[in-house]
Nanobody
């Protein structure tokens, strides 16, 4: 019902930048809270950034504040995560999530397939 497809992952050096994109269903895009999570090997999936239906409320994990920026494009029906000043600890699989009820959580219903981000020193 709400397919999510991530792209933009890859390899970056510490201090560098990557931009992730999540393509979502256009018909009901504006009815969903969107966000990003990440999961490193052996770790639990953790919240990275979220954005509400209209983009008026944005929230970040403390670990990425000042470095990452989430945004949504209602023309392209995409949610992006601009990642600057990357650190090796940002290495993880990044997942896009959507939730029609409220802020995205690990229990949100819709998820993308994940895209690998690897940061080298």
């Amino acid at each position: 019902q709400v397919p999510l497809i991530e792209s933009g992952g890859g390899l970056a050096q510490a201090g560098g930048s990557l931009r992730l994109s999540c393509a979502a269903s256009g018909r009901t895009f504006s009815t969903y809270f969107m966000g990003w999570f990440r999961q490193a090997p052996g770790k639990e999936r953790e919240f990275v950034a979220g954005i509400d239906r209209l983009g008026g409320s944005i929230y970040y994990a403390d670990s990425v504040k000042g470095r990452f920026t989430i945004s949504r494009d209602y023309v392209k029906n995409t949610v992006s995560l601009q990642m600057n000043s990357l650190k090796v600890e940002d290495t993880a699989v990044y997942y896009c999530a959507a939730d029609q009820k409220g802020r995205v959580t690990t229990s949100s219903e819709y998820w993308g397939q994940g895209t690998q981000v690897t940061v080298s020193s």
